[in-house]
Structure formats: C-alpha cells, structure tokens
C-alpha cells in the first residue's frame, strides 16, 4: 500500500524561501512529482524525481531521498502568485505507472 | 496543461443520466490516465490506459463507470446513471512511455442535480 504525508497549511512572507515536506511509504516505488493546484484549476506540472538528489529549476527546487522515502519542494523569492495548493505525488510500478496523490499543502504567501 | 485537451468543460447531468467526458492527450503521449477531485479534497487515481488497452482500473467503482482509449480519437470516461455524488471535477491527464511527466488538461466539473 501507500501512505503519503505533507503538512496541510503552510504560510510564509513575500521574498522568503518555504520549503515543503513530503513522506511516503510505497512498495515499487517509481518516482515522485510535485505539482501546483491553484484553486479551481488544474494541477500543473512542477518536477519529476527518481533519482535520489537534488533537481533545480529556476525558483523552483525538488529533493528526494528513496532510503528515507522523503522529498521536498523548495520555493526561492517567493510571490503572491506562488499561494496555492502543492501536491505530492509517488509512482510506482512500471515507468509510465499510475500516481497516488498526497493531500496537498496549501501554502498562503503574505505580503 | 500543455496541450491536454477535455471537453466538456462544465457538464451538468440530472440523476440517472448519462455523463461522457473525452480526453485528447497531449501530442506525442500515449498514455492516459482519469482522476477525480472532489470538492476541497485531493485528487484521486481512476484509471489509466494506452491506445485499446486499460493497465490499470484499480481505481474505478467497479458499477456505472467505464473507461476506453480507441485506436482513433479521444479517451473517454463514462459514467451511467449518475448520483449526485458523482458531481466532481474530473482530470485526466497523459504522459510519455517513460512515465518522466505528465501533464494534466483542464478538467471537466460534472454536476448533478
């Protein structure tokens, strides 16, 4: 089975750095995304893991670790568009496997 | 969201009718996969597919919901006889073979009155 935990609200100012967490217990682990969701929309792609190790992408950075079943989502300057709901999601199972999704950390960011 | 196409966008269903969403992946993906969210809750896995085959439906009700991906044209999820639990919004979303992303389109909001 699959269990996957990220924290549900997180707040953070204008300009900070927040990072998100995210655990999962699978079996066929595969690889990880994380994904944007603003509100009334659809989830857009932000990164793609499988490899243990650090993936940049401009503002935007993921982390996974398979031995500690562990990511992170790191979000650099942040900006008021930036408030939104970030989704956790682990593959398994063969490469273009189904997804299991966390419940989502909605993070508000302040002025 | 690049490239995913859904149509409907907003479909609006009485009880015990039938609801057909459609699918066209994003160019050059030939897998598919549905998910459904309901109000202030996360996504949930249906069901995925390649071109005339469902890999897996372990997400599926296993009554009134069905699922294809023909040869030709769109992927389609049909739900029959719809309750007004089944009012949700409903993604799908497609990938490569190598499963290294996947994009989502932009989701039909099935309402049932």
């Known amino acids: 089975g699959q269990n996957i935990d990220q924290p549900t609200e997180m707040t953070a100012t204008e300009g900070a750095i927040v990072q998100i967490n995210c655990t999962y217990q699978t079996s066929g682990f595969n690889g990880l995304f994380w994904y944007q969701q603003h509100a009334g929309e659809a989830p857009t792609f932000l990164s793609y893991n499988v490899l243990d190790g650090l993936e940049e992408k401009g503002r935007f950075s993921s982390f996974l670790s398979r031995s500690k079943g562990y990511s992170y989502l790191l979000l650099k300057e942040l900006q008021m568009k930036d408030s939104a709901s970030y989704l956790c999601?682990?593959?398994?199972?063969?490469?273009?496997?189904?997804?299991?999704f966390g419940d989502g950390t909605t993070l508000t960011v302040k002025p | 969201n690049a490239g995913v196409m859904q149509n409907p966008r907003h479909l609006v269903r009485r009880r015990g009718q039938e609801a057909r969403l459609r699918c066209s992946p994003m160019?050059?993906?030939?897998?598919v996969y549905w998910y459904r969210q309901l109000p202030e809750e996360g996504l949930k896995f249906m069901v995925y597919?390649?071109?005339?085959?469902?890999?897996?439906e372990s997400g599926m009700p296993k009554e009134r919901f069905s699922a294809e991906f023909p040869k030709e044209g769109p992927s389609i999820l049909r739900i029959q006889q719809v309750v007004r639990g089944d009012s949700a919004a409903y993604f799908c979303?497609?990938?490569?073979?190598?499963?290294?992303?996947?994009?989502f389109g932009p989701g039909t909001r099935l309402t049932v009155t």
């Open positions: 160019k050059g993906h030939s897998h």
């Open positions: 979303a497609s990938s490569p073979p190598d499963g290294t992303e996947q994009y």
């Open positions: 999601a682990v593959k398994r199972g063969t490469n273009a496997g189904k997804s299991t």
């Open positions: 597919l390649q071109k005339e085959n469902i890999i897996d």
